[in-house]
């Protein structure tokens, strides 16, 4: 038969260039389709191997797990999750609609997309602190013009999102347009500097013009602190120059326009992010977005599983055991926990769901990772604090210190 002979083909081209994982993944989709799904699931694992985190393999995966074990619908996500009796609270408080929507593209530059952004702050778990003061700061204002007159209150200025990373700061930025009902356009500094070096000046201008025609509009600046002078490669170059006061000269005269462009920026490294930035009518409101709580930590965890084959996975209890974990860090303890599901299941040729004790076992592995962070966090408190900019920061960490 001419596909088998494709699939032979494709199998020995494999072989021979093991790392190429399209190729591999095109063969492992042949193969689910001829329902060899054991032979698939093997070369799922090993693109799993290499990319833990890749989408294709990780469906391919599940489809495969679901037909081994004999499930009839492949695809259900929440139908493959088997809660524990605890877990169907979590499951209540942890919003269905968590998962990120790929959002509509809008519009399109040669560089980013304008999405439409179906986030809201409903579905971010646990951070209650973070979204009363999002709704204080940004969200009740916007939402009251005529409060904000009477008030003599200007929605001025962008807001500037810092903490450890992955802890949420970007689906928060997603929250917050979701909220407005407004495009979501999301721009990588390092991004912009590194495709548009020597252009980057005009590509500012380009990015605030699309995020005008596309208004209302959350025009989202990540990794703000690449424009800084200490990290940047670019450092002390008059290129960046350039391109930091294309940036302030944009940033002014968006922020004090009423065109419906609300400007947003997030940071690991707010100390590094370039002073002028900082200043009022520019990025001068800060909030500062913590390691995830426990509800939050249940929620991510479940995000990272829920493709996945798993049983019995008691969230409440993953949640407890990981006090001090980022996202990245749950992200990543979920991985090796299926990489360990994975291994045995390869051993013996059965399909063996993520379990517990998997999760104990990652556990073991996995200590938090934001411990270098929080180091750089206690001495700018402890050093650089005088104008209070990180009060908010120094009260977190005091009461980290007492938990
Ligand atoms: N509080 C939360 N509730 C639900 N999901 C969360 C929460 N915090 C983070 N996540 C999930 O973790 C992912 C990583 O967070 P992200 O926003 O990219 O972090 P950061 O931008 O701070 O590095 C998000 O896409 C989101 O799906
Ligand atoms: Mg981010």
Known sequence: MAEDGVIQELAAAVERSPDMVELRLHLATLLVER??????????SAILAQDAGHAGALSLLQRCSAALSGQTSPGATDGNFDWTAAEKEVADIVKPAFVEEPGVAVNENDFDAVQRSSVRLADIAGMDAVKKQLELSLLGPIRNPELMRAYRVSARGGLLLYGPPG???????????????????????????????????????????????????????????????????????AGLRTVVNALLEELDSATSNNDGVYVLGATNAPWDVDAALRRPGRFDRMIFVPLPDAEARAAIA??????????????????????????????????????????????????????????????????????????????????????GTYDELAKYLRRMKFR
């Not at 721009?187 to 548009?196: C, E, N, P, Q, T």
């Not at 969230?315 to 360990?340: E, Y």
């Open 35 to 44: 329902e060899r799904f054991a032979e698939a699931l093997s070369h799922c």
């Open 167 to 237: 802890c949420g700061k970007t689906f928060i930025a997603k929250a917050v347009s979701g909220e407005l009902g407004a495009n979501f356009y999301q721009v990588g500094i390092a991004d912009v500097l590194s495709r548009w070096l020597g252009e980057s000046e005009h590509s500012i201008r380009a990015i605030f013009d699309n995020a005008r025609r596309n208004a209302p509009c959350v025009l989202f600046f990540d990794e703000l602190d690449a424009l800084g002078h200490r990290r940047s490669a670019l450092s002390g170059s």
């Open 302 to 387: 479940k995000l990272h599983l829920q493709d996945r084959p798993v049983e019995a996975i008691n969230l409440v209890s993953v949640a407890k055991r990981t006090d001090g974990f980022s996202g990245a860090d749950l992200a990543h303890m979920c991985d090796t926990a299926t990489q360990l599901a994975m291994a045995d299941s390869l051993r013996s040729g059965q399909v063996r769901p993520v379990q517990m004790s998997d999760i104990e076992a990652a556990l073991a592995q996995i200590r938090p990772s934001t411990g270098p962070w929080f180091e750089t966090a206690r001495n700018v408190v402890e050093f650089s604090n005088r104008d």
